[in-house]
C-alpha cells in the first residue's frame, strides 16, 4: 500500500558553503523538487568537508528519513570525502565500480583518464550508480541514501535520473491568501484558525512588495475540502482585519 | 588571552525554506559575516516550524560550538514558536520582558498594539534583547545562543548589533588560484601540495565560466607565510598542468 507521507533529509556537503564562498544553489533546487514529487523535505544539514562530521550527519538522519540527498565532494581531488565517509557510516568497503570505471574510461579516453579520475569510480561495496550527462562520473545510491555531486547541473542531471524511481507520498496541496496587513491584526484570527483544523497547517509568511508590506498565509493540508474549507476562514480573517497602517512597516 | 579559532553554528527554522516557497537568503549573508569577523560557521541545520525538532537541534550543537545563531520564527503569529523553543531547550521560563515591551509599546501605539504583537516581548529567562532598527520587534540572546527574525533586512540589522560584541579568532587567510584545467589533471600535484602543508586547508572548486571549464583552487590558513609558500607550490600545479582538453567539461 502506498505511504501516506515519505519523508526526506538533505545533507549539503562542502567547506565553501560554510565560509560564505559559494552560495548554495541546491536546497532551493531540491525542495522545490521533493515538494513536486510529494516527499516531505523535513531537515536540512550543511556539513564541513570533514569525515567525521559527515559520518555523524548521514547517520543521524538516514534512520529518520525515508531518503536521505546528499551533494558535494564526489569529484577527482583529495578534498572530495564524501564516497568514503559514506561507506564508513555504513560500515562497508569501498572499491571500483565496474561499470563507474567503464562510464570514466568512455568519458576520459586513455589519453585523459588517470588515476585521480578514476578515484571517482571508487563506490561503496552494495552501491547501486546514478548516472549523469553532464560529467559522466556518476553518483550513487546505498540503502536509502543518495549522494550526488555538488555542480548544481551535475547535481540537477543526477536528480533527474532519480526522481521518477522515488516513492511518492500522497500530495501536500497550498493554498496561498496574500494580505496587506500586519501579521500582528491577523495573528488573533489565524491561531483561532488553526485550532479549527488542526489537520492543515497555517503559516504566515511576511513580505515586502515595492515599499508595500504584508503577509502570505499559506495552508497545507493533503485533503482538498478541508483545506478550502481553512481557505475561507482564513479569505475571511484577512478581509475582516481590511488594510491598517501597520502595514506599512513588518508585523 | 584571545582563542586562535571561534566556532559557530547556524540554525534556519521555518517550514518554508524546507518545502522551497522560501529561497533561503540568510544562510550566505551569515556565513560571509562571519568569516569577515574570523568566526568559522562549522555546521548549519534547517528545521521546520516543530519544537520538539528546534529543540533538538538548538541542544545538539549549543554545546559544540562558541556561537549558535538562529533565524526565523519570532513574530507574531501562532506558527512563531522559536522563543517558546529555545526556553524549553535551556529548561527556563519565558515571560514578558520589560523593555521588549516598552519598544513594541512605542512602536505600535495604543491603538495598533494587542496580544498577538505583544507576544514578540516573550523573552526566555535570563535573556538579553538584540534590538533592530527595521521592525523594532527584538531578538534575543541566551546563553551562547542569538536568536534573530527570519526576515532578511531584520536579521541584518540584528547582526549589525550583535557582530561588534562577538569575540574574533584569528582570521582564516584565503588565496585562490584559478586553473583553466579539469580538476583531475590537478589531483595527484594538489594531493601532494596538502600532504607537504597539512596546515593549509587546500580546495579545489570547479566552475564553468561562459562555457570555458575550470577549478578555483582554494587555500585557506592563519599564517601567511606558510600559506603563501603552499600558493607557489599549488601555483607551480596549476602551471604544469597547462591546459587540457578536459577543461572543455567538468573534472
Same mark, same amino acid.
Given at each position: $500500500? %502506498? ?6 533529509? =538533505? *545533507? ?7 565560509? +560564505?564562498?559559494?552560495? /548554495? ?94 578515484? $571517482? %569510480? ?6 547501486? =550508480? *546514478? ?7 556518476? +553518483?550513487?545510491?546505498? /540503502? ?108
Amino acid at each position: $500500500m %502506498a505511504k501516506d507521507t515519505v519523508t526526506a533529509a =538533505l *545533507i549539503l556537503i562542502g567547506d565553501e558553503i560554510l565560509s +560564505g564562498r559559494t552560495k /548554495d544553489k541546491n536546497l532551493g533546487y531540491i525542495a522545490d523538487t521533493l515538494t513536486g514529487l510529494a516527499i516531505e523535505l523535513r531537515e536540512v544539514r550543511v556539513v564541513a568537508d570533514i569525515e567525521a562530521d559527515i559520518v555523524d550527519a548521514v547517520n543521524a538522519v538516514r534512520g529518520r528519513y525515508d531518503y536521505v540527498f546528499t551533494t558535494g565532494g564526489i569529484g577527482p581531488t583529495h578534498d572530495d570525502i564524501t564516497a568514503d565517509s559514506v561507506a564508513k557510516a555504513f560500515g562497508v568497503g569501498i572499491d571500483f565500480h565496474p561499470d563507474a570505471v567503464a562510464m570514466l574510461r568512455e568519458r576520459y579516453g586513455d589519453a585523459e583518464i588517470n588515476e585521480a579520475r578514476m578515484r $571517482m %569510480a571508487r563506490i561503496p561495496d552494495g552501491g547501486e =550508480l *546514478i548516472p549523469n550527462s553532464v560529467s559522466w562520473a556518476p +553518483g550513487f545510491k546505498v /540503502d536509502n541514501v543518495f549522494v550526488m555531486a555538488g555542480v548544481p547541473k551535475i547535481m540537477q542531471s543526477m536528480l533527474d535520473v532519480v526522481a521518477p524511481k522515488l516513492e511518492r507520498g500522497k500530495p501536500l496541496l497550498s493554498e496561498t491568501v496574500p494580505a496587506y496587513v500586519g501579521e500582528g491584526d491577523l495573528a488573533a484570527g489565524l491561531a483561532r484558525a488553526q485550532d479549527t483544523y488542526p489537520d492543515v497547517a497555517i503559516g504566515s509568511y511576511p513580505f515586502e512588495d515595492g515599499g508595500r508590506y504584508g503577509s502570505n498565509i499559506v495552508l497545507r493540508c493533503k485533503d482538498r475540502e478541508r483545506l478550502m474549507q481553512a481557505r475561507a476562514v482564513v479569505e475571511k480573517v484577512v478581509a475582516d482585519a481590511g488594510t491598517s497602517d501597520t502595514a506599512k512597516a513588518w508585523s
